[in-house]
């Protein structure tokens, strides 16, 4: 059931500095969880971009029609500015997950994007199908539809609007790095916990304890 309405987006570019290996390639019941992730992506939307500073690790998974972006350092100019480029080393360090994700969206051309992150293990099809369904009725106000918890929203399981692309730019450009802090300045649908484990995700070896 994919959504010609909807492209999705996996973010592929933390340093993994607390489980101390890449979490992209760690396999759940064998499958590297980042090809999980983009495979579920891909039952939602027709098209699934994988942003991440280094493309090249993870050209060998089974990510049939993945389309990379390559995570650039993040500054005014580079943001702002629809052209690729290519020039920086693989191993730049990752700047946090709100400019990989506004670079993404630089790419995209449907109404909505699903964004998520690539260590979410116990991510289920059906319940991001579910939200799809939903999507219609979100008031023309709300930038994003995301669950919400005592902690803040979830940004990196959720939907966003297109055309919140320029609002992102301008706060990532006044130094904001904080999806919560961003969230907070613009109207957000809430969207119904179905299945509150799978917002998961594995940051450190103990985390994947029962999930191999």
């Known amino acids: 059931m994919t959504n010609n309405k909807l492209t999705a987006i996996v973010l592929a570019g933390g340093q993994s500095s607390r489980m101390g290996q890449d979490k992209a390639l760690i396999p759940i019941q064998g499958i590297p969880m980042l090809q999980r992730v983009f495979s579920i992506a891909q039952a939602c939307a027709d098209t699934v971009y994988v942003v991440t500073p280094w493309p090249e690790r993870y050209q060998h ?35 946090g997950p709100l400019v990989g994700f506004a670079q993404g969206m630089a790419q995209v051309q449907t109404e909505w994007v699903l964004l998520l992150a690539c260590d979410l293990p116990k991510l289920k099809v059906e319940v991001l199908q579910a939200w ?17 918890h005592a902690k803040g929203w979830e ?32 109207p957000v649908q809430v969207l119904p916990v179905l299945e509150a484990e799978m917002f998961f995700n594995c940051n450190t070896p103990e985390d994947l304890t029962g999930n191999e």
């Open 61 to 95: 998974l089974l990510l049939p029609g993945c389309q990379f972006i390559q995570e650039l350092p993040s500054s005014p100019s580079s943001l702002s500015s629809h052209t690729p480029h290519t020039s920086h080393p693989p191993s730049s360090p990752s700047h």
């Open 132 to 148: 799809i369904t939903r999507l219609d009725s979100v008031g023309d106000d709300a930038i994003a539809a995301l669950a919400h």
């Open 155 to 186: 940004p990196l399981c959720g939907f966003y609007r297109r055309r919140c692309l320029p609002e992102l730019l301008d706060f990532i450009n006044q130094g904001g790095r904080s999806f919560q802090q961003w969230l907070k300045q613009h």
